[in-house]
């Protein structure tokens, strides 16, 4: 699976919008990208995936480049819940590869 | 849908013991995985199972460490002769999987496992 590089820790003010970078410029043709999140002494949660195209579902927005090398992960309205560690995953196969992810802080 | 259950939330042992985790899927899900997290790491993939063939155990990091899925419905874990290196979150993942790559994982709270 490709390699993903993530910032290691970024703020959000809440109400705003979060917007998570993901670079995963190795990517090949036919590999998934997954978003899953993290709050503390819980298991992964899955939030997003796609190919190609963006997407959208009632958690967030995945904006994938048009050469696929990076993606964004946007939370239109953060919320103190929504502070975790998030995982950027390029998936072929059968396993996720979660890095360290990024651990985002939603401040008051 | 009442989620992916593991059993026991948290484990002490001594090393050198055997410890065995369970974990029950939601219902109906085929796939079955287990991943390890240390502190301050992401979750490590160790195997999985579809249905109850294991077809993937390579990363099991050693021999000491084993799983089953019998009935391919519920799966436990077993590390014998744990170590003080063993000490980590345990995470079970279950999926209806229809293709590989189009695949959302409902991951379980683990259990937290400290080998003293």
């Known amino acids: 699976d490709a390699k993903t590089t993530q910032p290691t820790s970024m703020d959000c003010a809440e109400g705003r919008a979060a917007n998570l970078p993901c670079n995963h410029s190795t990517i090949s043709g036919n590999e998934y990208v997954y978003w899953y999140r993290q709050i503390h002494s819980q298991g992964p949660q899955y939030i997003i995936h796609g190919l190609k195209n963006n997407e959208t579902n009632e958690m967030a927005s995945l904006i994938i480049t048009e050469d696929r090398k990076s993606s964004t992960l946007i939370l239109p309205h953060a919320t103190l819940r929504d502070t975790a560690v998030y995982y950027c995953i390029v998936r072929l196969l059968y396993a996720l590869n979660f890095g360290k992810g990024t651990s985002l802080l939603v401040t008051p | 849908d009442t989620g992916v259950s593991q059993d026991p939330r948290h484990k002490i042992t001594k090393r050198g013991q055997n410890v065995t985790f369970r974990c029950d899927p939601i219902?109906?899900?085929?796939?079955l995985y287990w991943y390890r997290q240390t502190l301050g790491q992401g979750p490590e993939f160790l195997t999985y199972?579809?249905?109850?063939?294991?077809?993937?155990k390579s990363r099991l990091l050693s021999d000491r460490f084993s799983a089953e899925r019998p009935k391919g419905s519920f799966s436990t874990l077993e590390i014998q002769r744990t170590e003080q290196g063993d000490s980590a979150m345990y995470l079970c993942?279950?999926?209806?999987?229809?293709?590989?790559?189009?695949?959302?994982?409902?991951f379980g709270s683990g259990t937290q496992l400290s080998v003293l």
């Open positions: 199972f579809q249905n109850e063939a294991q077809l993937e």
């Open positions: 993942a279950s999926s209806l999987a229809a293709e590989a790559t189009n695949e959302k994982l409902f």
């Open positions: 219902s109906e899900h085929n796939r």
